[in-house]
């Protein structure tokens, strides 16, 4: 049974400091993994989406890194602002399209 | 182009009623998609649609929740009688047939019920 847990549950950062969130998914057989950014009250919005034959995704201060064989992909935030607060959840896709979710990352990134 | 709309964005019902929650999807995604979190928990799948056909409804959690996609178009999902533990955040979410980029998964906002 596929499990994704996401560390740390909670993050408080200075502006301006690169940061790293950290998810891990119990089976190696995915089809991609997605990152998201969920706003409070807010929906959920699609970061990175990565293929399970890909490293890694880009855009702009994000980049999202897998590494199937060992059950892990990390979102780096770079140089970070204000804006960035929100809770990020990552995802995972066995192609089924029956997405199973952390409990999601909740980052405060203050002035 | 719009987004994935949902409504109503927040409802509160009494235990017993029923509630009936409506999702739009983004103009020409067959796939639609219903996602729940209920408080403290990780967001769990519902079921899927390709078109007007529901492909997959194994995380419906019992008979008091239906689903459907008229025409392929619009979604409802109609809990009723609701109880306590229904409360939550009901997401939906469409995406594009095929490979690549048809990948991504589009949510909307979220329609936030709370069962009293």
């Known amino acids: 049974k596929q499990e994704v847990t996401q560390i740390p549950a909670a993050l408080s950062v200075p502006e301006g400091e690169n940061l790293v969130l950290n998810c891990s998914f119990t089976?190696?057989?995915?089809?991609?993994l997605q990152w998201f950014r969920q706003d409070p009250g807010k929906g959920l919005t699609s970061l990175l989406l990565?293929?399970?034959s890909q490293r890694e995704q880009t855009s702009g201060r994000l980049n999202a890194s897998l590494d199937k064989s060992s059950g892990r992909s990390t979102l780096y935030i770079a140089a970070s602002q204000p804006g960035d607060s929100a809770t990020y959840l990552c995802a995972v896709d066995r192609n089924n399209r029956k997405l199973i979710w952390g409990l999601g990352t909740s980052l405060a990134v203050n002035p | 182009e719009a987004g994935v709309t949902q409504f109503p964005s927040h409802s509160v019902i009494e235990k017993g009623q029923t509630v009936t929650l409506r999702c739009d999807p983004i103009s020409g995604h067959d796939n639609l998609y219903w996602y729940r979190r209920v408080m403290g928990k990780e967001i769990k799948f519902l079921l899927h649609?390709?078109?007007?056909?529901?492909?997959?409804e194994s995380g419906m959690p019992n008979n008091r929740f239906l689903a459907e996609r008229t025409g392929g178009t619009y979604s409802t999902l109609k809990v009723q009688p609701a109880e306590l533990e229904d409360s939550g955040v009901y997401f939906c979410?469409?995406?594009?047939?095929?490979?690549?980029?048809?990948?991504?998964?589009?949510f909307g906002e979220g329609s936030w019920l709370t069962v009293v």
């Open positions: 649609f390709v078109k007007e056909s529901k492909q997959d």
């Open positions: 089976d190696s057989a995915i089809y991609n």
């Open positions: 979410a469409s995406s594009q047939l095929g490979q690549g980029s048809g990948n991504t998964i589009y």
């Open positions: 990565i293929q399970s």
